[in-house]
């Protein structure tokens, strides 16, 4: 199958910029306060040490989203049904679970992170204000209104991203340490091996996998917009997504980071810190500001991924006018009020761990998508020598960083280390499992 290139070539770049879109939904989720918070965490705790994960996130997440794509436009359906039809039931039922579980798990910390920060900027108790995001977001997802404040928090986010790449040219960036960060190494003891796997989940997450076909279709893109649907990936996941963590990651390093503190304790004010040598106290204002719009943005986004899913599977359609899917959306938003319950940890803490927790389910969902693009009754073409190449070095190394953040875990005191490991078991026999189905099925 040939797709037409000259298309891109052709079409003035103004127009083709215009009909952008779907990844770029994927890529405003992973630019939440997750990875704003992680790539802080990342850059202030271990200097310029991580350097190398954030760089290849971006590579990586382009390369998971490429692959996600190929097999939604090719096969023209969304990544459960496709997975139902070719595998089986069984399958897409665990891939329905892996996405609600990590899915559902972020979206609580991401309304803890909103409350908080709310609470923070304006004095009200953060459970009151948790309530309130969740109406807000029922009655603006589930009967419309919310486009308005998701424009809005976008704005607030390309303000603090604007930011961090203007304080690159006033910050000093050490330049022999940031190329001693290109070398592979995860920094001893827990907190490590969660950050690592952490920077790699913000691009690289079960969640945005998924999505990747519905919100395709949702466009109504085929295979006639192959092309633009690459270059969709290229503009959001290694520009402007590369851009905006290399560029907090950086600045966080040369600012925050103290050789002589083994733990940097973080909250926002302290985080906030990072742009007052570009913009003083202004930074700390625009930081919450845009932290507070990446945990709205992104909570309107995550909000659908669940619904979405089991729609997919029960075979619902995937719009607010049918009543069902609409009060799984409204449910979801609901629900998601419990984060501002959640006491014990800070945001920051919690925020690391929720990508963490998504790069663990994040292999299975990648090996469905590497089954499908190379079984040829699900799309004309199989993927190519290279596009397989990359796959299988993406799930190497998303399994390696997974299993570094799960084994870190020991000694398993509390039920939600047990719940980790539970889920990376689980998920990683079926991974295994699927393998050897494929491979069987090849060449048995």
């Given at each position: 199958?040939?797709?037409?290139?000259?298309?891109?070539?052709?079409?003035?770049?103004?127009?083709?910029?215009?009909?952008?879109?779907?990844?770029?939904?994927?890529?405003?989720?992973?630019?939440?306060?997750a990875t704003m918070v992680t790539v802080v965490t990342a850059g202030a705790s271990f200097g310029y040490s991580l350097l190398w994960v954030v760089i290849i996130a971006a590579i990586f997440g382009a390369l998971a989203q490429y692959l996600a794509m190929r097999v939604g436009l090719l096969t023209g359906t969304g990544l459960v049904s496709a997975v139902e039809e070719r595998i089986g039931s069984t399958w897409a039922w665990l891939l329905v679970i892996d996405v609600v579980l990590a899915a559902g798990l972020a979206q609580l910390v991401i309304m803890k992170t909103t409350a908080d920060v709310s609470e923070t900027i304006t004095g009200v108790d953060a459970r009151i204000w948790g309530i309130a995001w969740a109406i807000l977001l029922a009655v603006g997802l589930g009967f419309g209104g919310y486009r308005f404040l998701e424009t809005l928090?976008?704005?607030?986010?390309?303000?603090?991203?604007?930011?961090?790449?203007?304080?690159?040219?006033?910050?000093?960036?050490?330049?022999?340490?940031?190329?001693?960060?290109?070398?592979?190494?995860?920094?001893?003891?827990?907190?490590?091996?969660?950050?690592?796997?952490?920077?790699?989940?913000?691009?690289?997450?079960?969640?945005?996998?998924?999505?990747?076909?519905?919100?395709?279709?949702?466009?109504?893109?085929?295979?006639?917009?192959?092309?633009?649907?690459?270059?969709?990936?290229?503009?959001?996941?290694?520009?402007?997504?590369?851009?905006?963590?290399?560029?907090?990651?950086?600045?966080?390093?040369?600012?925050?980071?103290?050789?002589?503190?083994?733990?940097?304790?973080?909250?926002?004010?302290?985080?906030?810190?990072?742009l007052e040598p570009a913009l003083g106290t202004i930074g700390h204002w625009l930081f919450l500001l845009g932290l507070l719009g990446a945990?709205?943005?992104?909570?309107?986004?995550?909000?659908?991924?669940?619904?979405?899913?089991?729609?997919?599977?029960?075979?619902?359609?995937?719009?607010?006018?049918?009543?069902?899917?609409?009060?799984?959306v409204v449910a979801v938003a609901l629900l998601s009020a419990g984060g501002a319950f959640i006491e014990g940890a800070t945001f920051f803490e919690l925020l690391v761990f929720v990508l963490a927790f998504g790069l663990v389910g994040t292999p299975f969902a990648?090996?469905?998508?590497?089954?499908?693009?190379?079984?040829?009754?699900?799309?004309?073409?199989?993927?190519t020598i290279p596009a397989n190449i990359g796959g299988i070095a993406l799930i190497s190394v998303a399994s390696f960083l997974a299993y570094q953040f799960v084994r870190d875990q020991a000694p398993f005191t509390s039920a939600l280390?047990?719940?980790?490991?539970?889920?990376?078991?689980?998920?990683?026999?079926?991974?295994?499992?699927?393998?050897v189905k494929f491979l069987s099925e090849r060449w048995g």
């Open positions: 199958m040939s797709y037409d290139w000259r298309r891109i070539r052709d079409e003035p770049l103004s127009a083709y910029m215009g009909r952008l879109g779907p990844t770029w939904i994927a890529g405003a989720i992973a630019a939440g306060p928090a976008k704005v607030l986010v390309a303000g603090v991203v604007i930011a961090f790449v203007a304080s690159l040219t006033i910050v000093d960036i050490d330049i022999t340490a940031a190329t001693a960060g290109l070398t592979p190494t995860i920094p001893a003891g827990i907190d490590g091996a969660l950050v690592a796997a952490a920077v790699l989940g913000g691009a690289v997450h079960v969640t945005l996998v998924t999505m990747q076909s519905y919100t395709m279709r949702s466009r109504g893109w085929t295979s006639e917009e192959y092309g633009l649907a690459t270059f969709d990936i290229l503009t959001s996941m290694i520009i402007a997504f590369g851009a905006y963590s290399l560029a907090i990651f950086l600045v966080a390093a040369s600012v925050l980071h103290d050789p002589a503190e083994e733990i940097v304790e973080l909250n926002a004010i302290t985080a906030a810190q990072a945990a709205v943005s992104t909570l309107g986004g995550n909000t659908f991924v669940p619904p979405y899913v089991i729609a997919d599977k029960l075979d619902i359609e995937r719009d607010v006018a049918d009543k069902r899917y609409r009060w799984l990648l090996a469905l998508v590497m089954y499908l693009a190379n079984d040829e009754g699900a799309v004309p073409e199989r993927a280390d047990w719940f980790v490991l539970g889920f990376a078991i689980t998920f990683g026999i079926a991974t295994l499992v699927l393998a």
